[in-house]
Nanobody, 123 residues
């Protein structure tokens, strides 16, 4: 079994910052792409940012120049530094990872999601 556990969400004023973390644990052989998605009330889940095992990054236009995704491969952890937060950034943020897991008979590639962490930007 593999689990993704997010932390770091909370309430912040507009213009403030937060740092989200997501740790993957379990029978992990390797991790390819890791990413962050978000879902605001009444809206579909949307991509925020992704990062490959080689540290190539991709961002949604709405967060470019404000958010930074990074990862620590030794700790199976991905981070999202969020600066200059806006009320429209309010959402539940989900961690996502494409993981090659260890099985008794070999390995298997699967996608996993965390349980989500609430980010609220409000004065």
């Amino acid at each position: 079994q593999v689990q993704l556990v997010e932390s770091g969400g909370g309430l912040v004023q507009p213009g403030g910052f937060l740092r989200l973390s997501c740790v993957a644990s379990g029978s992990i052989f390797s991790i390819n792409v890791m990413g962050w998605y978000r879902q605001a009330p009444g809206k579909q889940r949307e991509l925020v940012a992704t990062i490959t095992s080689g540290d190539s990054t991709n961002y949604a236009d709405s967060v470019k120049d404000r958010f930074t995704i990074s990862r620590d491969n030794a700790k199976n952890t991905v981070y999202l530094q969020m600066n200059s937060l806006k009320p429209e950034d309010t959402a539940v943020y989900y961690c996502n990872a494409d993981i090659r897991i260890r099985l008794f008979s070999g390995t298997s590639d699967r996608r996993y999601w965390g349980q989500g962490t609430q980010v609220t930007v409000s004065s």
